[in-house]
C-alpha cells in the first residue's frame, strides 16, 4: 500500500515540473538544391545550406520549441522529394543559389548589373505543400560566399522561416 501511494505521489511531483514541460524538438531537413548532378560543393551540403544551419539550430521558436534538424547533402531538385520522403521529414527548407537571375527576377527587364538569387522555400515534407518562401538579390560584387551577401540573406531567411513555423505550432 504504502508503495502505490509513493509512486502516486512521485507521479504527482513529476507532472508539475519543468521538464514535462519542455516541448519536443521540431523536426527540420535542411537543403541546398544544386543545379545539375555534376556540380559539387564545398562542404557538400552547400555553403548557403551551412549557414542557414548555423543561424537557425540556435534558434528555438516562440514557445520555447527547439528545433532539430537535419542536413542533406546538397542533391539536384529531382532528387530532393525522394530522399525527404525517405527521411520522413515533416519540414523541409530547400535552397536554390541561380546565377545571373536578376533581369528574370525584374520581369525580363535587362539590369545595370548582373545579380545573383537566392531563394528559399520551406513545405510539409509530407504533403509537398509550400509554407512560406522567399527569395533575395545578390549584386554582382557581393557574388562570392564569403562576402556579406551569404550572411544577410541567410539571416533575412531565416526570421522568415522562424515566423512561418511559430504559426504552425
Same mark, same amino acid.
Not at 22 to 25: E, K, L, R, S, W
Not at 94 to 100: A, F, G
Given at each position: 500500500m504504502f508503495r502505490r501511494l509513493s509512486a502516486a505521489a512521485a507521479l504527482i511531483v513529476l507532472s508539475g515540473s519543468p521538464l514535462q514541460a519542455? @516541448?519536443?524538438?521540431l523536426s527540420l531537413c535542411l537543403v541546398q538544391? /544544386?543545379?545539375?548532378a555534376s556540380a559539387a560543393y564545398d562542404p557538400p551540403a552547400g555553403p548557403w545550406a551551412m549557414?542557414?544551419?548555423d543561424l537557425l539550430s540556435a534558434q528555438k521558436l516562440r514557445n520555447g520549441t527547439p528545433l532539430r534538424i537535419t542536413v542533406l547533402a546538397a542533391a539536384t531538385e529531382k532528387e530532393v522529394p525522394p530522399e525527404v520522403r525517405r527521411l520522413r521529414c515533416p519540414y523541409v527548407v530547400?535552397?536554390?543559389? @541561380? /546565377?545571373?537571375l536578376g533581369d528574370l527576377l525584374h520581369g525580363g527587364r535587362t539590369m545595370e548589373e548582373d545579380a545573383d538569387s537566392v531563394l528559399f522555400t520551406l513545405w510539409n515534407g509530407a504533403t509537398g505543400k509550400t509554407i512560406a518562401s522567399g527569395a533575395s538579390l545578390i549584386p554582382g560584387e557581393d557574388r562570392h560566399p564569403s562576402n556579406g551577401a551569404l550572411a544577410a540573406s541567410c539571416a533575412s531567411f531565416a526570421q522568415q522561416i522562424l515566423k512561418s513555423l511559430d504559426k504552425l505550432r
Open positions: 519542455q @516541448h519536443a524538438p538544391t /544544386r543545379p545539375y549557414e542557414m544551419y530547400q535552397l536554390r543559389y @541561380h /546565377r545571373d
